[in-house]
C-alpha cells in the first residue's frame, strides 16, 4: 500500500492545495458566521453550555479537576466540548469562537482522505478526495454548526488513515498512533468504533489470514518479567487518577469494581506495548490501548448505556428501518443529485475494473476496506431503531468521496477524466457558493421536481442541515428569545423578585428551553438571569416512558412569567396543545390571571408572547 516516493515539489504542491481548500472553508465560514446571529436547534445550545461549564471548570484547578472534566456528563462523553477551551482562551468565550473548532478537525478530515486516497491509489486520487470531502454539502454545512458529528467524522477518517499506514498492523508506531485515535474517538461519540472496527478486521485478515493468525497467537506469551513491571505501571496510573477521587468511584454504578478493571486494561496495554511487534500483538494493543484511554469516561459513566438504549431502541412501537431515510437523506442532503450521479459512475467504473482484472491486489484489498467502512455501519444504524438523524452517517462520506476520486481517476481515456472531474469541480464550487450565501438562497429554493422515494428533489442538495447565515430558519428576524428574557431579567429586578419561575410552552428551534440554558450560561459571569428557573412545558422528554402526562394548561398557573407562540404547534407535546387550544379563545381564565409584556411577529407569520402574571 506504499506509494512511489514523490518529488519534493509535488509534495509541496499537495501541501498548498490542501492548505487551498482549507483556506477557502475557513474564509467563507467566517462570512457564514459574520452574517448569523441566530442559534437554532437543541444540540447546538446544549453543546455550548457544556463547552462553557467545561471552560469554567478548568479555570479552578485541583486533583480531582481532571477526573471531573472526564465525568462532567453522564450522557455524551466530554473531548469535544473539552477542544473548544483553548480557543476560548485566545478569542473569548463566544459561541463564534466555540465553532471555529471545527476548522481544526476540517484540517484532520481534508488531510486524513488525503492521504489514505494517496497510500492506496496515489496523490490525484489523494487531492480530488480530500475536495470532494470538503464540498460535500452536509459537510461544509457541519462546519458552522457545533454538532459533535463533524469531530467525529474527521477522526473515523484519521483513524483509518492511521490503519492504512500501519501497513495491515505491521508498524508498531503506527499502530499505536491508530489505538490513541480509537480512544480519542471514543472520547469524542460512541459510534466510533462501529466506524473503524470492520476496516481494520478486513485489513488484518486480508493482510494475514487465519493462519497467521493462528501462528501468532501461539507466540503470544510476554516474558514474566515484562508483564509484572506492565502490572506496576497499571498500579501507579491507577492510584493516581483514582486515590483523589475514591468518594466518587464508590458512588459510581460499578462502584469499588472500577479499579480493578482499570487495572486490566492497563496492564494488557503495557504489556502488549513491551511485548515483540507482531501483526496480531499490534492489532491487541490497538484495542486495548483505546479502551484504557476510554475509560476514564465510560467506566465511571456506564449508566450512559441505559439512556442510549432508550434513545435508540427503547420504544419498539416507533422503530423504523432506516435505510429508506438514509438513502433520501444521501441524495437530497449529503450529497446532491450531480454528486450522486458522479458516485455511480465511478463505482461502475470500479467494478468494470474489477472483472477486467486491472486493479492490482492492494487496491482490491483498498475497495473492500472502504465496503467495511460503509456497509457495518449502515446495517447497525439502520436497524428497527427509534432515532434516525442525517448526522449520524456523515462518517460514512469520507469513503463515498475516496470511491468516487478513485472510480472517475481510473477511467482510462484522458480526455473523459479531464471532462468529468472539471465538471465536478465546477458544479461543487457553484453549489458551495449556492448554499452558503443568502443572496443565492433562491437557487435551491426555486428548482425542485417530486420524485419517487425522494419527496423532492433538485439539482443542489437540500435539508435542514444546509443552512444560510440569515435566511430560512436563521433568519434574525426569528432571534427574540434574547429580548424577552431581558424583559423579564428588567420587570424581576423593578419588582424586587430573586426568583422566578418561567414556562416555555413553545417548542420550536428558534424558541426552547436548551437556547434558554445558552443564553443564561453564555451571561452567567455577570449574574444576569441568575435565579431564573425555566420550566420547558410544551417539549416531551426522550427519556419519558409513562403516556399519562401532567395537565400543561394547569402547570401555567404555578408560573411567574409564561412565554408561548401563536400559530404552528409543531414540537408540542399533546397535553401542550391542549393548553393552546385552550389559549386560542380570547376569553380563557388565563388572561385574566396573566398580563402581556411583549409580542414578536415572526417571519413564518407566527407570534411569539410573553406574560406575567397579575400580582396582587
Known amino acids: ?28 465560514n467566517w462570512l457564514w458566521l459574520s452574517a448569523n446571529s441566530t442559534i437554532t436547534g437543541w ?9 462553557y461549564a467545561y471552560y469554567q471548570l478548568l479555570e479552578t484547578w485541583s486533583l480531582q479537576t481532571p477526573f471531573q472534566i472526564m465525568t462532567l456528563d453522564s450522557y455524551r462523553p466530554p473531548l469535544f466540548q473539552l477542544s473548544t477551551a483553548p480557543l476560548f482562551w485566545l478569542f473569548g468565550r463566544t459561541a463564534d469562537v466555540a465553532v471555529l473548532i471545527n476548522l481544526v478537525y476540517l484540517a484532520i478530515l481534508i488531510g486524513s482522505v488525503y492521504g489514505i486516497g494517496n497510500r492506496l491509489s496515489g496523490r490525484g486520487v489523494g487531492l480530488f478526495a480530500a475536495f470532494l470531502a470538503s464540498m460535500y454539502p452536509m459537510l461544509f454545512a457541519m462546519t458552522r454548526l457545533l454538532y459533535i458529528d463533524y469531530a467525529l467524522t474527521a477522526v473515523v477518517a484519521l483513524s483509518i488513515y492511521l490503519l492504512v499506514r500501519s501497513e495491515g498492523l505491521r508498524h508498531r508506531g503506527w499502530s499505536t498512533a491508530l489505538g490513541l485515535s480509537l480512544g480519542w474517538g471514543m472520547l469524542i461519540k460512541w459510534t466510533h468504533p462501529i466506524f473503524v472496527f470492520p476496516p481494520l478486521v478486513v485489513v488484518a485478515y486480508g493482510t494475514q489470514g487465519s493462519a497467521g493468525l493462528r501462528e501468532e497467537w501461539a507466540s503470544l506469551r510476554p516474558p514474566l518479567r515484562r508483564t509484572l513491571l506492565a502490572a506496576a505501571v497499571a498500579v501507579a496510573a491507577v492510584l493516581l487518577w483514582y486515590l483523589p477521587n475514591l468518594q466518587e468511584v464508590r458512588s459510581s454504578t460499578l462502584g469499588w469494581w472500577i479499579l480493578p478493571i482499570t487495572w486490566v486494561l492497563l496492564t494488557s496495554t503495557a504489556a502488549l506495548a513491551l511485548s515483540p511487534g507482531s501483526r496480531l500483538a499490534n492489532g491487541l494493543l490497538v484495542i486495548f490501548l483505546g479502551m484504557s484511554i476510554a475509560s476514564v469516561w465510560y467506566l465511571p459513566q456506564i449508566d450512559f448505556l441505559r439512556t442510549l438504549f432508550l434513545v435508540g431502541y427503547g420504544k419498539p412501537y416507533e422503530a423504523i428501518w432506516g435505510f429508506s431515510y438514509y438513502f433520501r437523506t444521501l441524495v437530497n442532503e449529503q450529497l446532491s443529485p450531480l454528486l450522486l450521479l458522479a458516485l455511480l459512475g465511478a463505482v461502475s467504473a470500479l467494478l468494470m475494473a474489477i472483472v477486467r482484472r486491472r486493479l492490482p491486489r492492494h487496491e482490491r484489498l483498498a475497495l473492500w476496506m472502504l465496503a467495511a467502512w460503509l456497509i457495518v455501519p449502515m446495517l447497525l444504524l439502520s436497524w428497527k431503531t427509534t432515532t434516525v438523524d442525517s448526522r449520524y452517517t456523515m462518517p460514512l462520506l469520507p469513503p463515498l468521496a475516496l470511491l468516487t476520486a478513485q472510480g472517475l481517476l481510473s477511467l482510462r481515456r484522458l480526455w473523459l477524466r479531464r471532462v468529468l472531474v472539471g465538471a465536478l469541480v465546477v458544479g461543487s464550487l457553484f453549489q458551495f457558493a449556492a448554499l452558503s450565501f443568502d443572496s443565492l438562497a433562491w437557487l435551491s429554493r426555486e428548482v425542485k421536481v417530486a420524485a419517487p422515494f425522494l419527496v423532492e428533489v433538485g439539482p443542489l442538495a437540500r435539508g435542514r442541515h444546509l443552512q444560510w447565515p440569515d435566511s430560512g430558519p436563521n433568519d434574525h428576524r426569528y432571534w427574540v428569545l434574547p429580548a424577552i428574557l431581558d424583559g423579564i431579567e428588567a420587570e424581576r429586578r423593578s419588582r424586587g423578585q430573586s426568583e422566578s419561575d418561567v414556562g416555555l410552552l413553545v417548542n420550536s428551534p428558534q424558541i426552547n428551553d436548551s437556547i434558554c440554558y445558552y443564553l443564561m450560561a453564555e451571561a452567567y459571569p455577570t449574574g444576569k438571569y441568575r435565579g431564573l428557573r425555566i420550566h420547558p412545558l410544551a417539549r416531551r422528554d426522550l427519556l419519558e416512558t409513562s403516556d399519562v402526562e401532567p395537565s400543561t394548561y394547569e402547570q401555567l398557573f404555578s408560573m411567574d412569567y409564561v412565554i408561548l407562540k401563536k400559530g404552528s404547534r409543531w414540537g408540542l407535546r399533546p397535553s401542550a396543545i391542549q393548553a393552546m387550544d385552550r389559549l ?3 376569553d380563557d381564565p388565563f388572561y385574566s390571571a396573566f398580563v402581556v409584556l411583549q409580542e414578536h411577529v415572526l417571519p413564518d407569520g407566527d407570534r411569539a408572547m410573553l406574560f406575567r402574571k397579575r400580582h396582587q
Do not use: C, N
Open 1 to 28: 500500500m506504499k506509494p512511489e516516493k514523490e518529488p519534493r515539489q509535488l509534495t509541496l504542491f499537495a501541501g498548498l492545495a490542501l492548505g487551498g481548500i482549507w483556506l477557502l472553508q475557513a474564509v467563507v
Open 43 to 51: 444540540d447546538v445550545p446544549g453543546h455550548l453550555v457544556s463547552s
Open 584 to 586: 386560542d379563545q380570547p
